[in-house]
């Protein structure tokens, strides 16, 4: 049967591409095919523990079973639209960040608190002169993954309403790259989920970060490489 394989950030870099197809066994699971590239490249090996799949843009485990015309995604350690649920903004762009596109969503007559979240580039990391910041993701399923965690906050907390936005391509030092806003009755629940989104988001969503720093580049993977600011407006009313 034919699979599509596709690969970002540091796996497209070592294998020099995006995308192929292949023709595997019947029933080969996701483990085999991981595998049978690992034996084509050996260098592939160090990455068997972090490397995570995902098919038809939904996470998987080596042993699911592959059918015909799938569309496998090697997905390596992550930095990190609008959906018809009203209370939830689950965006990536291009464009610089508008902190009162999220304000401005997550605003409700009921809302006695909001919470935001902003990282921004620095300009040092781990003792290197950052010079700006890459990101690319894997389209669709960064904002499928967005989406679930803004349903995992609406069920865990009374939250209101929850908006979370992350930029692609080029960040430069001190613009925003992510930013999240959460509107509640009452503070705590606001702070407690902010902080549980922006947490879930650099550990599951499929996007992936570059430094280029004077003298090199590499890929981040899961750290964040940005400096977050946690923000609380008002409570109940207060000011």
């Given at each position: 049967?034919?699979?599509?394989?596709?690969?970002?950030?540091?796996?497209?870099?070592?294998?020099?591409k995006t995308e192929e197809t292949?023709?595997?066994?019947?029933?080969?699971?996701?483990?085999?095919?991981?595998?049978?590239?690992?034996?084509?490249?050996?260098?592939?090996?160090?990455?068997?523990?972090?490397?995570?799949?995902?098919?038809?843009?939904?996470?998987?485990?080596?042993?699911?079973?592959?059918?015909?015309?799938?569309?496998?995604?090697?997905?390596?350690?992550?930095?990190?639209?609008?959906?018809?649920e009203t209370r939830i903004l689950?965006?990536?762009?291009?464009?610089?960040?508008?902190m009162q596109e999220l304000s401005?969503?997550?605003?409700?007559?009921?809302?006695?608190?909001?919470?935001?979240?902003?990282?921004?580039?620095?300009?040092?990391?781990?003792?290197?002169?950052?010079?700006?910041?890459?990101?690319?993701?894997?389209?669709?399923?960064?904002?499928?993954?967005?989406?679930?965690?803004?349903?995992?906050?609406?069920?865990?907390?009374?939250?209101?309403?929850?908006?979370?936005?992350?930029?692609?391509?080029?960040?430069?030092?001190?613009?925003?790259?992510?930013?999240?806003?959460?509107?509640?009755?009452?503070?705590?629940?606001?702070?407690?989920?902010?902080?549980?989104?922006?947490?879930?988001?650099?550990?599951?969503?499929?996007?992936?970060?570059?430094?280029?720093?004077?003298?090199?580049?590499?890929?981040?993977?899961?750290?964040?490489?940005?400096?977050?600011?946690?923000?609380?407006?008002?409570?109940?009313?207060?000011?």
């Open positions: 049967m034919r699979i599509r394989l596709r690969y970002f950030a540091s796996l497209r870099e070592r294998l020099g292949r023709e595997i066994p019947d029933g080969a699971s996701v483990g085999q095919v991981w595998e049978l590239l690992a034996e084509e490249r050996p260098e592939l090996a160090e990455l068997e523990r972090s490397v995570a799949f995902a098919v038809a843009q939904e996470y998987v485990d080596r042993d699911y079973r592959l059918r015909d015309d799938d569309e496998l995604a090697f997905i390596p350690p992550v930095s990190g639209g609008t959906m018809p689950a965006k990536i762009t291009q464009e610089p960040i508008n401005d969503f997550v605003a409700d007559p009921g809302a006695g608190a909001m919470a935001s979240f902003v990282g921004t580039t620095r300009d040092t990391n781990e003792g290197r002169q950052v010079i700006r910041l890459e990101y690319e993701c894997y389209p669709g399923m960064a904002e499928k993954e967005m989406t679930k965690i803004g349903q995992q906050v609406l069920e865990r907390w009374p939250v209101l309403k929850i908006a979370m936005i992350h930029r692609l391509g080029r960040v430069d030092i001190g613009q925003a790259s992510v930013a999240i806003a959460v509107s509640s009755s009452h503070r705590h629940a606001a702070f407690e989920a902010c902080h549980y989104a922006i947490n879930t988001l650099k550990e599951s969503v499929p996007i992936w970060k570059k430094e280029l720093y004077e003298g090199g580049q590499v890929w981040i993977g899961s750290q964040t490489g940005s400096h977050g600011r946690l923000h609380q407006v008002g409570e109940e009313g207060s000011g």
